[in-house]
């Protein structure tokens, strides 16, 4: 079962990374937070938030995998994202039981 979660009120960018992490990884629990505050008048920083997250993954899909391959199949799923409004992702993702 899918936990899709946020540990603060998010906009249409979280609500969007969310929805496409739990197309990508149906069986993960996911927990995202707008960091954005913590980063106000720093490079990247919107007036309106939403351009630095945190996000808690853990899915079956990482078990047996690096971190560095986790992180590269979250950052495929949201490269438009990436690319675009976000300007910084923090990534924990773990397997399972880790």
């Keep these: 079962m899918m936990n899709k979660t946020s540990r603060a009120p998010i906009g249409a960018v979280g609500r969007q990374i969310l929805d496409k992490l739990a197309l990508a990884f149906p069986d993960a629990e996911l927990m995202l937070e707008d960091q954005s505050h913590l980063h106000a008048g720093h490079a990247g920083a919107r007036p309106g938030g939403e ?4 996000l808690d993954a853990v899915a079956p899909a990482f078990a047996g995998k690096s971190r560095i391959e986790r992180h590269r199949m979250i950052n495929s799923v949201l490269k438009d994202e990436l690319s ?14 880790e």
């Excluded at 351009?51 to 945190?54: E, L, P, R």
């Excluded at 992702?89 to 399972?96: D, E, G, K, T």
Aim: a positive charge; hydrophobic letters at 50%.
């Design 51 to 54: 351009s630095h997250f945190k």
């Design 84 to 97: 675009g409004p976000v300007h910084a992702l923090a990534i924990v993702a773990r397997a399972p039981g």
